[in-house]
């Protein structure tokens, strides 16, 4: 891979056209569309999402047909209204491992600036930082989002048919299926773009995946251990809990309902957001 | 052109740059010049953006660079040649830069084509020599077609090859009218390159003027001569008030005094001489002799300016003094 010297003097580009070409909203956005295909760890991390979540899933699921179909006839008679009445979320469940996943790429997206040191070319390229982040968070959310809704409605579509084999499924068109499901890629979103606002925030791959799997994994895990006393003031503002409700069927008077929980998490995401975009623009890069 | 007014960047207890002040004007090579840790690239840092002033303010043509309506067009920059994601390709490099500032995409392969970089366009760049991630950063700097092109200590690192093509390459662009300003430890390789000097020290500006200026200014003239009469001839210099500052056998070294004066000095007191020459102190003497004082640290020693002047006279001609 050798490259031939050549005589800087003997040839120059062709001169650019004198009308000033402008650097605006519409450029950003397709630059950053084209960073964000154009590297492999993007590939490596939805098809990522995508497997674990699904494959999650439909375990969950065949898992629960399993037990079902050991049980005796009295019992399964009880326990099929159950399962028929959770089988949306019971084929999505797997978005619990999504959610990490999606929170990596959602921490690359700006901290693989700051490892590789390209920040500081971007920038130079359009020192208007405010049209850099907010080109970025509009690109990587869509992405996300189209992979988020092929991850949730994969999972429930295989889900079900797991379901299908002792007729527990749900379908698409009950109530409320369809606002999980599109919730379910909505909710896995809205995760990334947490993780963005946190890895503006630290600046570092680590430490903004560290802090996205504390804040979305660990304090739901964790806020399984609270007194019942305590639970029934926090739960409901636990990110898992709240972003959750809009694919997870919650039982108890506790929880937000679906939009509310989703609009909870969505201002989790914001302030993670907005604050690293403070930052962003103020800070030496 | 740029322009910087009291530029002054502080890093908690640091001052990296001191009340700068200088005008870059178009069309030449600007050689930014100063020892390592002098505050170049924090200079050029400010004037990008990419940090903010202290105090003071940088402008390019006229206003803060970060309210360019088309910054490629304006200034293309080189301050590292590693800025980049090494798990992208140099063409998709180069075009995720072009669409910020909406270049046109045959503006990328052209660029590629300047730099030689054509065959390995498709390559992911982390796989590059630095000599070819210098040439990816600096076909980045020409995408826009820029009228100012900054480079930031271009040729550490980098073989003879490429020392000389990055040297062609600024000339090259001056030629077309272009504004470029170049950073490098070395007064060698400004000698070789620049039109016009700024050399600072500590963040602080030393000297900015012509290369030609820095040089006359600067270059102590030294007489060399050879006598076997050496005390009535030292005993004369000294009258006049020359300076003998070395003294080998039965030579000596003089400052102050042209060669012709010495030769007239000689003549009356009766010294017969055996050599009679004059030697010019280098550039890089000169510019070694202008930032002794700054030079931030030494080696086996702690900062410069707490060690005691013991270089007597060499150190006090800084200008930082």
């Known amino acids: 891979m050798t490259v031939t010297a050549q005589a800087a003097g003997s040839q120059r580009a062709a001169v650019l056209p004198a009308r000033a070409t402008r650097a605006g909203f519409g450029g950003a956005l397709r630059s950053e569309f084209t960073k964000i295909r154009s590297v492999r760890s993007t590939y490596w991390t939805l098809f990522a999402m995508i497997v674990i979540t699904i494959g999650i899933s439909a375990l969950l699921s065949w898992g629960r047909i399993q037990d079902y179909a050991s049980q005796p006839a009295v019992v399964q008679a009880h326990e099929a209204l159950r399962i028929r009445s959770r089988a949306t979320e019971f084929s999505m469940f797997g978005l619990i491992l999504g959610q990490l996943v999606i929170a990596v790429l959602g921490a690359l997206t700006i901290t693989s600036e700051y490892s590789t040191g390209m920040i500081r070319t971007s920038l130079t390229v359009m020192p208007r930082r405010g049209t850099v982040y907010a080109a970025k968070a509009v690109v990587f959310t869509l992405v996300a989002l189209v992979a988020g809704l092929v991850t949730s409605f994969g999972s429930y579509f295989i889900g079900q048919a797991i379901f299908a084999t002792h007729h527990l499924n749900s379908s698409i068109g009950q109530p409320g299926v369809l606002r999980a499901v599109v919730g379910g890629g909505l909710f896995l979103a809205v995760c990334g773009l947490l993780s963005y606002g946190i890895g503006a925030l630290l600046r570092s791959t680590a430490g903004a995946i560290t802090a996205s799997v504390a804040l979305l994994f660990v304090l739901f895990v964790l806020s399984g251990f609270l007194p019942s006393s305590w639970a029934v003031h926090v739960d409901k503002w636990i990110p898992f809990n709240a972003g959750g409700a809009i694919w997870e069927n919650l039982s108890g008077v506790n929880m937000f309902s679906p939009w509310v929980g989703f609009g909870v998490f969505c201002a989790y995401a914001a302030v993670a957001v907005v604050a690293g975009g403070i930052l962003f623009r103020t800070r030496d890069a | ?321």
């Open chain 2, 1 to 321: 052109m740029i322009e910087a007014r009291g530029l002054t960047k502080r890093f908690g207890d640091k001052l990296a740059v001191d009340q700068l002040s200088f005008t870059i004007e178009p069309g030449r090579i600007t050689g930014f010049l100063g020892p390592n840790g002098a505050g170049k690239t924090t200079t050029m840092r400010l004037i990008l953006g990419l940090d903010h002033p202290t105090g003071g303010s940088v402008s390019v043509n006229g206003r803060e660079f970060s309210r360019s309506a088309s910054p490629m067009r304006e200034v293309g920059a080189l301050l590292d040649a590693k800025a980049m994601h090494g798990g992208r390709s140099a063409y998709n490099h180069l075009l995720c830069l072009a669409q910020t500032n909406g270049l046109p995409r045959r503006r990328v392969g052209d660029v590629l084509d300047l730099v030689g970089l054509t065959e390995v366009a498709g390559k992911r760049s982390k796989g590059f020599s630095l000599g070819m991630g210098q040439r990816l950063g600096i076909a980045a700097a020409l995408l826009g077609d820029p009228a100012i092109l900054m480079f930031d200590e271009p040729v550490n690192g980098l073989d003879p090859e490429g020392i000389l093509w990055i040297r062609s390459l600024m000339k090259q662009l001056a030629g077309e009218g272009r504004t470029v300003f170049v950073s490098s430890h070395l007064m060698s390789e400004m000698e070789n390159t620049a039109d016009h000097l700024i050399v600072i020290g500590r963040g602080r500006l030393i000297a900015d003027c012509s290369v030609a200026e820095f040089i006359e200014r600067n270059s102590v003239q030294t007489v060399r001569v050879r006598t076997p009469q050496l005390d009535p001839l030292v005993a004369a210099v000294r009258r006049v008030g020359g300076r003998v500052v070395a003294t080998a056998g039965d030579a000596i070294m003089i400052h102050g005094l042209a060669a012709d004066k010495v030769g007239d000095l000689a003549y009356e007191n009766g010294v017969r001489l055996h050599e009679l020459a004059v030697a010019q102190a280098s550039l890089e003497e000169a510019y070694m002799e202008q930032t002794a004082a700054s030079v931030e640290f030494r080696a086996g020693g702690g900062p410069a300016a707490e060690e005691p002047a013991e270089a007597g006279d060499r150190v006090s001609t800084g200008g930082v003094a």
